[in-house]
Structures are given as structure tokens and as C-alpha cells.
């Protein structure tokens, strides 16, 4: 949480705000919550490719947890049966989904998995747990045209470093939520708004997001002068300019996500809520 603000009563002040700090900070702290999971494939040939997703850690009441999406699950594991996976981790922790990292709730039409992962395993990658500004589970609906942040790790970004080590580029960003319904809550990248405050500058026209899935986007929160943060939603979809029509459509750049309500403290699912939802 932040200290007190000066009201904003304008774009101008807000992007001025933003410019000034504050923007940077909100961005380290999306990402302090967001790794890289990620598998290793040994190919035919004996080279190596990484394929990834992202995923945050979450403690809703009951305990921490790690939240991804259900495709990045689903996308390693194809890959194991295949038998050419050599590593699977989180960050730098190894994974095991049949373990001590076992799956909590894993749905494919709400496209959310939820694993163990402990407080103790969230520090020692360097990472830290949300826990978000609510006084119960779940938090508040997030409101059109108010801001969010959101995180990931997007493949594009990723670096052999040598054989034996690979770097994750985060890639987090903000904006406002343009669109909220009761499945989802999406913000349209508006590039005419971006600024670079990581130092960084801002993704090019047509930056392939893909990786990004799994990460969270969360909503500010504004409560007398103080400003924090609680989950708005899972990523599940992002811009990739990909010739598959079923990804999402060149030059709209949209980051969608499913919505916190459907994840329960414990980390299953509200499926009761999906149900009527999507019946």
C-alpha cells in the first residue's frame, strides 16, 4: 500500500503522476507477485527450447497458492507425454504437479489452474504473495475506466544466458479496465497513452504478448487518500500477432481476464457461479 495522493482531477495530472514515480512503483510491484513457469524440451535434434507461461501467488484467506492458466498447464503437459520434457519450474523451483506442488483446481472453460506452492517456496524465488486491499474474499467487482496493472512473461522476452541458464524478461503494464462483465474484465491498449517508465520505452505495434497467460491483473484501489491493490483477474488472453485466427486479432491489442470471483480461498473453484454463467 501507498501512502496518501493529491487528488487527480485530470488526464494531464495523471500521467504527470505517473511519469513521476508512481507508475514505476505499481509496475515492480505486479511483477513482484509474477514468475515464469516454464518447461525445457530436448528435441530431436539435441537442441534445447523453452516454452512458458506466467503465474502469481495468491493468499485469498486460507492460505498461499500459485494461479496460472489452465492452457499453460495443459500446454506442459502434452509436452511430458511426449516425453521430451527435461525441466519444469517455476521461476527457479522445480515443479511437481503430482507432489508437493499438487494441483488444486484445475477448469478449462474458465481457464484457471490453481496448485500448492508454499510462503516459503513464494521467498526463496524472490517473489512475494498478494493478498490485495479487501476485508473478505472476493474482492470488490473492478469499475470501467479505473486502473489496472497487470504481469506476465511473454516467450519473445526470453534469453539463453548458456546452456545451463535462461532469463525471463517481465514485460507489466497498465491502463484502464475498458470492459467488465461478469466473466471477465479486459483493458484495450491505448498507444497513444503509453508511457515507458521502467526505462524500457513500450512494447512495438504488434508485440507478441504470447506468455504472458497466467499472470494477474489487478485493479487500484482508492480509500481516503491511501491507494492499494486487490485481484481484478487471471490473464488468459493478450495480443499475439499470429497468422491463427483463433488468437487474438492483429492490431487489437486487448489483455483479457477471468475474473477473481471465481477462485476460491482455498484455490478451487467456483464452478457453481460458471455454471450459471455459461449454461
Known amino acids: 500500500m501507498t501512502g496518501g495522493l ?4 485530470s488526464d494531464s495530472e495523471a500521467r504527470a503522476l505517473m511519469a513521476g514515480g508512481l507508475g514505476k512503483a505499481e509496475l515492480e510491484f505486479a511483477t513482484s507477485v509474477t514468475a515464469p513457469l516454464y518447461w525445457v524440451i530436448r ?5 534445447y527450447v523453452v516454452r512458458n507461461g506466467s503465474a502469481f501467488f495468491l493468499d485469498a484467506g486460507a492460505g498461499p497458492f500459485a494461479v496460472t492458466a489452465h492452457h499453460v498447464i495443459e500446454g506442459w503437459r502434452r509436452d511430458h507425454e511426449c516425453g521430451n ?3 519444469f519450474q517455476l521461476g527457479d523451483q522445480p515443479l511437481d504437479l503430482a507432489g508437493r506442488n499438487a494441483v488444486i483446481g484445475a477448469h478449462a472453460g474458465l481457464d484457471v489452474a490453481t ?7 513464494v ?3 524472490g517473489k512475494i504473495v498478494l493478498t490485495g486491499y479487501q476485508s473478505e474474499w472476493p474482492p470488490n467487482p473492478p469499475l470501467i475506466d479505473r486502473g489496472v496493472y497487470y504481469a506476465g ?18 514485460a507489466p503494464g497498465g491502463g484502464v479496465a475498458s470492459s467488465v462483465s461478469e466473466t471477465d ?16 520505452g513500450v512494447p512495438p505495434e504488434n508485440y507478441d504478448f504470447g506468455g504472458m497467460s497466467g499472470g494477474p491483473m489487478l485493479m487500484v484501489i482508492e480509500h481516503r487518500g491511501l491507494r492499494s491493490w486487490s485481484l481484478a483477474g487471471v490473464i488468459y488472453e493478450g495480443p499475439n500477432p499470429s497468422p491463427d485466427e483463433r488468437q487474438a486479432i492483429l492490431g487489437l491489442e486487448i489483455i483479457r481476464a477471468r475474473r477473481a470471483h471465481f477462485i476460491l480461498p482455498d484455490g478451487t473453484f467456483d464452478v457453481r457461479r460458471w455454471n450459471a454463467l455459461c449454461s
Open 6 to 9: 493529491p487528488e487527480i482531477t
Open 43 to 47: 528435441q530431436e535434434d539435441g537442441n
Open 85 to 87: 520434457v527435461v525441466a
Open 115 to 121: 496448485f500448492r506452492f508454499s510462503a516459503e517456496d
Open 123 to 125: 521467498a526463496s524465488i
Open 153 to 170: 512473461f511473454p516467450g519473445t522476452e526470453t534469453i539463453w544466458l548458456s546452456q545451463d541458464e535462461i532469463s525471463f524478461g517481465a
Open 185 to 200: 474484465v479486459s483493458s484495450l491498449i491505448s498507444r497513444e497513452h503509453l508511457i515507458g517508465v521502467l526505462g524500457g
